[in-house]
Each structure stands twice: as C-alpha cells, then as structure tokens.
C-alpha cells in the first residue's frame, strides 16, 4: 500500500513480513498485485494485511488500490444514504458499506455499497457468502469505467442481478444486468431486482 513520500509496502512470501518499496509515479499501476504469504486465509479476516487502503482477494492473488480520494467517496457516502434511507422504510433487507466484503466462488471482493436479503442467522466478523441483490461501484483515479466493467461481469457470475458502475466524471451511471448493460445520464435510476421502487434522482446520487 502507498505510504510516506510515495513509499509502497510488499508482502516477504516466505517470511510474511513486510519491506519498503520505492517505486517511481511513472511506473505505478493498480490494483498492485502480489502472492499472500504464508497463514493467509482468504475466509478468515484476521489473516489478512493490516494496511490501509482497499485490499480483494481473487485470481489467487492479493490486489492492493490506495485509499478513495475525495470525489470517490463523497458520492459513495451519497448511495450508501439513500439505500439505508429506502432499507429502514422495507423490511427484510440489509445495507452493506465501507468496502463491503464478499466471499463468492473462492474469491473475496469488496463493494462500495451493496443490499442483501436481510439474513435470520448472527452477524459475524466474517465475509458474506451470500449474493448481494445490488452491488455498487463508484469509479476513482485508479478504477476506470473497463476496470469496473470487469468487475460487474465477476458479479454477475456470482449471482448478483445488479451492478450500478458510478461514473463522477461523466455524471452517470452504468446499470449492468444479465440482460446487458444500459448507461443512465438523466432522470431517476430503474429499480434493482428484488428492490421494488427503489428509484433514486441521479442529480442525488451526485449531489
């Protein structure tokens, strides 16, 4: 992960500790990419780096993007409100936010926003394991509209019925679904599967 004065941080696989890494602005590229060491369990939390910024497990490897920038995370903040928003007023559902994790066909990704049928049994420390009906990804500096694209299409895989990509730049949002993808630039945002009259203003997703 980037640290002080453009540092970055590299997993030792065979002694899982950590060196420092100068590596040039003109060269970096993410998500960074690297092989965990040894004891990491992609199910068990605890075993994972403890650095910040965003870590996803898949491809067996570990991919490492910064911490969101500013723009990022403001419009994340923005859905994560309006889907807790339309969840308190309709039973049986649960918000997910905060680089939501998920552990999906032996891959662990993370959702910028994301609502699951609400579950009878305990929350737990872990990942969920279940599908999420609405997954939601704002795009970044280092996350562009094809990077998301890919994603979307590793969510699909793994059952989930929608994708919102959220563009800031472009003021839109790409709505991805089994049956293809369409791109939103004006009026309100067409209702998830599963999510009866969730329709919100894009001018509030971007507010």
């Given amino acids: 992960m980037r640290g002080i004065a453009g540092r970055w941080y590299r997993q030792r696989v065979s002694s899982g500790s950590w060196d420092v890494v100068t590596v040039p602005r003109a060269l970096e590229k993410f998500p ?3 092989e965990p060491g040894r004891g990491f369990s992609p199910s068990k939390p605890e075993r994972w780096p403890r650095l910040p910024g965003r870590l996803e497990f ?3 490897r570990l991919h490492v993007t910064p911490p969101c920038g500013e723009q990022q995370a403001a419009i994340a903040a923005n859905i994560v409100f309006l889907l807790a928003g339309w969840a308190r007023a309709h039973a ?10 998920m552990l999906l066909g032996g891959a662990v990704r993370a959702a910028d926003a994301a609502v ?3 579950s009878s049994r305990r929350r737990s420390s872990g990942f969920h394991r279940r599908p999420p009906l609405l997954a939601v ?3 970044g500096e280092d996350e562009n509209e094809d990077m998301l694209m890919d994603k979307a299409r590793w969510y699909l895989e793994q059952g989930v019925e929608t994708v919102w990509l959220v ?4 003021r839109q949002v790409v709505v991805v679904t089994a049956k293809g993808r369409k791109r939103v630039s004006a009026g309100r945002l067409p209702a998830p599967a599963g999510m009866k009259d969730f329709q919100p203003a894009l001018a509030d997703v971007f507010r």
């Fill in 137 to 139: 990804e704002v795009s």
């Fill in 32 to 34: 960074m990419a690297f």
């Fill in 116 to 118: 699951w049928r609400a």
């Fill in 167 to 170: 563009l800031p730049e472009e």
């Fill in 58 to 60: 898949y491809e067996e």
């Fill in 92 to 101: 049986g559902f649960e918000v997910g936010a905060n680089e939501a994790g």
